[in-house]
């Protein structure tokens, strides 16, 4: 994986993959939250698939539990990519 995936990059396959989730579109912003998403546990187990196998970054529970918001997250991918 090229280490020179943005955030921006990221963040735009985690809004694809939340709207693929039945996340609503226009509640997808940077600074929402997956709670505010109604992202539960099972969406949660999905998406960090879709991660893992679109930018090659395992998300583990206890990492998901200190990120607060979609752009934190797609922050901390983009850092591990």
Known sequence: MSSSLSSDDVYA???EALIGLGAEQEQITPAATFEQLDVDSL?????????EERFGVSIKGSD????????EAAQWISDRA
């Open 43 to 51: 969406d949660m187990v999905e998406l960090a698939q879709i991660v």
């Open 13 to 15: 396959g985690l809004r």
């Open 64 to 71: 998901v539990a200190k990120i607060a918001s979609l752009g």
